[in-house]
Structure formats: C-alpha cells, structure tokens
C-alpha cells in the first residue's frame, strides 16, 4: 500500500490529489497575464530584462535606489531610461530617487516604456512558485519584493511581454 501525505485525499469530482493541481492559475495564461505586446514595448522589456542580468547593479533596494547603491527591479528599468536619456538626472539615494519618486515609476518612466500610467510597480508577470509550484501573477515590484530572482524575472519580461 502507498503511502500519503496527511491531508492529501482522493477528490472525487476530479480524482487527482488537490495539492498537484492548480486552483486558480493550471498554466501562464490562466495566471492572468494579458497576451504579449499589450503591457509594454517589446524592446523596453528586453532592455530591461538585459540589465537585470547584467550583474551591474547590486540588488536588495526596497527603494528604486538606497544609500548603499542597491536597485530594485523597479530602480533599474529607471537607470535604463537614464542611460537612453542623458539629459535626466541620475538616481538620487535620499528623498525623491527619481523624477519625483522613490518607490514607484515615474509617468515619465511609464509613457517611454509604453506602459499605462496607473501599472507604477511595473508590468503583469507570472513567475512558477518555488514552493508551491503553480504559477502566480504580480506586478515586477511584488516578485522582487517576494524574493524571485533577477534572472527570472529577466526570462520572464522576455516571454511574456
């Protein structure tokens, strides 16, 4: 006789375990991220997604940009848009980072990157738990908050945006 987890019973309407199936979010799709290209420029993402990987900003920041020189995921899409834009200031570590703000995109950020003005902790991305193995949408501010990986999110700005 196999044996099985406690709390891990046969559901009769299915007949698979509940734990090894997906409630709310059985693939990407389901998770609820919208189709590719309706988030944000392609380009801008891919950009975006080769400076998380990079290695060339140290990561950590709750802030866009803190006083030890580490980013958000947030604070380097904002280091990309300045590198593209010479004129703007640089990244500021006390008080308004960038722009203005110190957590969120700035609008300025928002419409280069092709991005509705009210998506402020970046576009939708769904990242496959570590733990619990299904797939979860949120915003790039709450993955990088929650602990998912710079490459990760890197991949993932590539396939789905």
């Given at each position: 006789?196999?044996?099985?987890?406690?709390?891990?019973?046969?559901?009769?309407?299915?007949?698979?375990k509940p734990?090894?199936?997906?409630?709310?979010?059985?693939?990407?799709?389901?998770?609820?991220?919208?189709?590719?290209?309706?988030?944000?420029?392609?380009?801008?993402?891919?950009?975006?997604?080769?400076?998380?990987?990079?290695?060339?900003?140290?990561?950590?920041?709750?802030?866009?940009?803190?006083?030890?020189?580490?980013?958000?995921?947030?604070?380097?899409?904002?280091?990309?848009?300045?590198?593209?834009?010479?004129?703007?200031?640089?990244?500021?570590?006390?008080?308004?980072?960038?722009?203005?703000?110190?957590?969120?995109?700035?609008?300025?950020?928002?419409?280069?990157?092709?991005?509705?003005?009210?998506?402020?902790?970046?576009?939708?991305?769904?990242?496959?738990?570590?733990?619990?193995?299904?797939?979860?949408?949120?915003?790039?501010?709450?993955?990088?908050?929650?602990?998912a990986s710079?490459?990760?999110?890197?991949?993932?700005?590539?396939?789905?945006?």
């Amino acid at each position: 006789m196999r044996r099985e987890r406690p709390g891990l019973h046969r559901n009769p309407a299915t007949d698979t375990k509940p734990a090894m199936r997906s409630l709310n979010c059985a693939s990407l799709r389901n998770a609820g991220v919208p189709p590719a290209g309706t988030q944000m420029k392609a380009e801008v993402a891919a950009l975006w997604a080769e400076a998380l990987e990079s290695g060339k900003y140290i990561r950590g920041a709750r802030r866009l940009k803190d006083r030890s020189g580490r980013h958000s995921a947030l604070g380097v899409l904002c280091e990309v848009h300045r590198q593209l834009h010479p004129d703007m200031p640089q990244l500021q570590a006390e008080g308004a980072s960038y722009m203005g703000e110190s957590l969120l995109l700035p609008r300025s950020v928002l419409s280069w990157a092709g991005m509705d003005l009210f998506a402020n902790q970046g576009p939708l991305i769904a990242i496959k738990s570590r733990h619990t193995r299904q797939w979860r949408a949120y915003a790039v501010d709450v993955h990088d908050f929650m602990g998912a990986s710079w490459p990760e999110m890197a991949r993932a700005l590539r396939n789905q945006i």
